[in-house]
């Protein structure tokens, strides 16, 4: 089935510590983004890529770092100068944007430092 | 810049109730707009879509429709059940290339029995 894998579900940071979350997309898709959910904000755009080896800084790009090596695969650093990263991720993919094009979601990666 | 505005929730109904989501948009050119749904613990998932003015989206009898008039797309459902509970994001895409949905905040829906 084509969809888009993200893991791990849960994942536990220590203060100071970098993490690594994982989206993989089986979907054929050019474009694939990240987005940070927090009660009351809805979604917020962290980072996007149209295409292998290159991706933009949406609107809370500070603390986090991205890759795009292989069409597939989207990975989020969440660095330790990202002040406040308890938050459930979500990874998104699409094709290039055209009139209605929608965006397909994974099941998130919920994030907690402790 | 672009955005999405919802209504807060949370909203909570009885069975069976009528629901009214309302959800305006702030937009330059002609964007498609988009309603999200998503139950707790998981990702979003595409309810329904409009591309142009006057369009009508509906899927799992949910409705709305695109008023470009008053810049707005309220998703309703004549007949709520408890298994609709989740929460509902209302989205917009510019329609051009190097762009991302842009997401209201999410409106709260709790149906009881």
């Known amino acids: 089935d084509g969809g888009i894998t993200q893991s791990p579900k849960y994942l536990f940071r220590k203060e100071g510590q970098n993490v690594t979350l994982s989206c993989e997309q089986n979907l054929n898709h050019d474009a694939m983004y990240w987005y940070r959910q927090d009660p009351g904000q809805g979604l917020r755009l962290i980072y996007y890529s149209q295409i292998v080896n290159d991706f933009q800084k949406g609107d809370i790009a500070e603390g986090y770092s991205v890759s795009r090596e292989k069409k597939e695969s989207f990975p989020l650093t969440v660095t330790s100068a990202q002040k406040n990263p308890t938050a459930f991720y979500l990874c998104a993919s699409s094709i290039l944007q055209g009139r209605g094009t929608e965006a397909f979601f994974g099941q998130g990666t919920r994030l907690t430092v402790v | 810049g672009d955005s999405v505005t919802q209504m807060e929730g949370p909203v909570t109904l009885s069975e069976e109730a009528f629901l009214t989501i309302n959800c305006t948009y702030t937009?330059?050119?002609?964007?498609?707009l988009f309603w999200y749904v998503q139950y707790p613990g998981e990702g979003l998932q595409l309810l329904l879509k409009a591309t142009k003015a006057d369009d009508k989206g509906s899927n799992k009898g949910f409705e709305a429709t695109y008023r470009k008039e008053t810049t707005s797309f309220h998703l309703e459902k004549g007949s709520v059940q408890v298994s609709d509970s989740a929460v509902y994001f209302c989205?917009?895409?510019?329609?051009?290339?190097?762009?991302?949905?842009?997401f209201g905040k999410g409106t709260t829906l709790s149906v009881s029995s």
């Open positions: 937009a330059t050119g002609y964007p498609s």
């Open positions: 989205a917009l895409n510019r329609n051009q290339a190097g762009t991302a949905l842009i």
